[in-house]
């Protein structure tokens, strides 16, 4: 069974640049999550899916993130305009159901470079 | 909010030396403690859950434990392949997002 996978595995843009990640789940989990780890910190939950909806966005830092999952499969996390703080690991997980009765599956991550 | 803590930060070992990490929690109400394995460039790769104080879960050189405040992962006889970062997560109040802690570096020396 595929895991999660996640596109690109690095990228490197400039301050004010636009970036979008791509996140495919494993088949099946209709819960998506992402996550971001920024140098020296504890991975920090971003938001969550449940299908193509969204239930916590409660961990965006702000309105230059948006995150989509159109027909409720795979998702993409939009970053517009990109700032430097902004760079850091960002991770996609997915379960089969929520958190603290299913366990998330990890994908390798995307690092973001913003110069 | 929620607080995970992971001590020691960094950890290195002879092969074959045991040791135990150790994550300590405070939350409302434990809804699950979580165990991954994060090797460099990689993502979290999932290890172990423990539900209620007193629940041991074993995998090869590994065991996870719970009490009501913390969990340890005991590492016996470690080789040099059990190197990487060891990171416990507990859900929030509503399931929707895992809180982690900043992990433990393990480095086993042959």
């Known amino acids: 069974e595929a895991g999660v996978t996640q596109f690109p595995s690095h990228s490197v843009i400039e301050k004010g640049q636009t970036v979008t990640l791509r996140c495919d789940p494993i088949s099946g989990h209709d819960n998506l999550y992402w996550y971001r780890r920024v140098m020296g910190k504890e991975i920090k939950f971003l938001l969550h899916f449940v299908k193509e909806s969204k239930q916590d966005e409660s961990g965006m830092p702000n309105n230059r993130f948006l995150a989509e999952r159109t027909g409720g499969t795979y998702s993409t996390l939009k970053v517009q305009p990109a700032e430097l703080e902004d760079s850091g690991v960002y991770f996609c997980?997915?379960?089969?159901?929520?958190?603290?009765?299913?366990?998330?599956?990890f994908g390798p991550g995307t690092r973001l470079t913003v110069l | 909010e929620d607080q995970v803590t992971q001590s020691p930060e960094a950890l290195r070992l002879q092969e074959g030396e045991s040791s135990s990490l150790n994550c300590s929690y405070t939350?409302?109400?434990?809804?699950?403690l979580f165990w991954y394995r994060q090797d460099p460039g990689k993502g979290p790769e999932f290890l172990f859950t423990?539900?209620?104080a007193g629940e041991e879960k074993e995998k090869e050189r590994l065991k996870a434990t719970l009490t009501k405040k913390e969990s340890f992962l005991h590492i016996t006889a470690p080789k040099p392949e059990d190197s990487a970062t060891y990171l416990c997560?507990?859900?929030?109040?509503?399931?929707?997002?895992?809180?982690f802690g900043s992990g433990t570096k393990l480095n086993v020396k042959p």
């Open positions: 939350v409302s109400g434990l809804r699950g």
């Open positions: 997980a997915s379960s089969q159901l929520a958190g603290g009765a299913d366990t998330q599956y």
């Open positions: 997560a507990v859900p929030g109040d509503n399931f929707n997002k895992f809180y």
């Open positions: 423990l539900y209620s």
